[in-house]
Every structure is written in structure tokens, then in C-alpha cells.
């Protein structure tokens, strides 16, 4: 069963850095589209970032040049670095696989990112 | 950026009477490889979201054939058959068709 385990959230000033984590399991990270996914309180989900199978990745409009995805594939871990956050990036980040039908088909539990000062 | 169009964005319903949702994309959905990549979400309170529908009529590993999608090009419909208790939720359409992946605004299901 795909499972995703997301970490690393909680509280930080606007301007600051966060590094998100993603624990995936009964699935390799090299075999699939992993994304990262938002949603403000009260909003629809908004699409973040996707890294590809070979590695690279793309980043929605909103985020690009402040986020960057990567993966450590020994961990079968896909990180999200966070820098420069902005109030407005205050959301519930979920770890999203692609296994090919929906586009964003198994989804992890979600890790509260707040930006405040 | 592709934007989608639910309607209603509330829907009061009577336990075990049908329920449907709509959803129009501002581009049509069709991908260049011949797939439609629209799909439909629930997420219960405090859960994250879950697919249900995926391709416009696909249903998902698990979902229960109640769950119903139809449509193409720019227009979908969900439908259930008939509304269970554990539907209460809101119900996201989503294309995957180009990035960025973008979502309808939502519409919640609650029972009258």
C-alpha cells in the first residue's frame, strides 16, 4: 500500500526557511511523479511542485524561485525547501504520489506550515 | 493556468436521494495523448483529500459504484445515486491535463 508520511511543519516568520519531508513507503519514489500540494484554511487545494521520476521538477508560478523539490532515493524520502516564505504560503502541505490515473492519486495527511510574525 | 467551475457550491440533500455536481474548464481538457484528465475529489472534515473519479468516468480503487462521473471537453458532471451519511463532505473537480494542476472551488455536500 502507498503511504506518505509528511514532517517538518510549524511555525515561522515571513522571510524565514522551512524544509519539508515526505516518507514514502510500499512504493519507490523513482517509479512515480511524487508532488507536494497546499490548502489555505478554507480554500480549495492548490497545486505546488512536481518532481519527476528522472529528477527534475516543476514549480507553480506562485512559489517558483522560493521552493525547491528534491528527493533522497536511499530515504525513498522527496523534500520541499521552503525559503522566503510569505504569510500567504501559510496552508496544509500534503505529499501527493502520481501512480498514473488522476494525476494526484495518494494523498499523506497533511503538515501544518504557518508563516507569522 | 486552466480554471474550473463548480456548481452548485452548496447542495443540501436528503439521505438516499441523488445528488450532482457540475464542473466546466475554461480549455478544453483533452490531452495531446487522447486523455482527459479531469477528475473528482471528496475530502471529509479534518481528512485530506481522496479521489474518486479520475479520466471523467473512471472510478478509483475502492469507491463505491453509488459514485458516478460523466462528461468531456469542457464539461463534467459527479453524481451519486444515492446520498449516504459518510458523503458529507466537500467535492473538488480537478484537471490534470497541464500544469499547474488546478481544482474547481468546491462544492459541499450536506444532508438536509
Known amino acids: 500500500d502507498v503511504h506518505l508520511v509528511e514532517s517538518g511543519g510549524g511555525l515561522a516568520q515571513p522571510g524565514g526557511s522551512l524544509r519539508l519531508s515526505c516518507a514514502a513507503s510500499g512504493f519507490s519514489i523513482t517509479d512515480n511523479y511524487m508532488n507536494w500540494a497546499r490548502q489555505a484554511p478554507g480554500k480549495r487545494p492548490e497545486w505546488v511542485s512536481v518532481?519527476?521520476?528522472?529528477?527534475?521538477?516543476s514549480h507553480a508560478e506562485s512559489v517558483e524561485g522560493r521552493f525547491t523539490s528534491s528527493r533522497d532515493t536511499s530515504k525513498n524520502t522527496v523534500y520541499l525547501q521552503m525559503d522566503s516564505l510569505r504569510v500567504e504560503d501559510t496552508a496544509v502541505y500534503y505529499c501527493?504520489?502520481?501512480?498514473?490515473?488522476?494525476?494526484?492519486?495518494?494523498w499523506g495527511q497533511g503538515i501544518l506550515v504557518t508563516v507569522s510574525s | 493556468e486552466i480554471v474550473m467551475t463548480q456548481t452548485p457550491l452548496s447542495s443540501p440533500v436528503t439521505l438516499g436521494q441523488p445528488a450532482s455536481i457540475s464542473c466546466r474548464s475554461s480549455?478544453?481538457?483533452?490531452?495531446?495523448?487522447?486523455?482527459?484528465?479531469l477528475s473528482w475529489l471528496q475530502q471529509r472534515p479534518g481528512l485530506p483529500p481522496r479521489v474518486l473519479i479520475y479520466h471523467v468516468s473512471k472510478r478509483f480503487s475502492g469507491v463505491p459504484d453509488r459514485f458516478s462521473g460523466s462528461g468531456a471537453g469542457t464539461d463534467f458532471t459527479l453524481k451519486i445515486s444515492r446520498v449516504e451519511a459518510e458523503d458529507v463532505g466537500l467535492y473538488y473537480c480537478m484537471q490534470a491535463t497541464q500544469f499547474p494542476y488546478t481544482f474547481g472551488q468546491g462544492t459541499n455536500l450536506e444532508i438536509k
Open positions: 480549455h478544453s481538457l483533452v490531452h495531446s495523448n487522447g486523455n482527459t484528465y
Open positions: 518532481l519527476y521520476s528522472g529528477g527534475g521538477a
Open positions: 501527493v504520489q502520481n501512480s498514473g490515473w488522476s494525476g494526484l492519486d495518494y
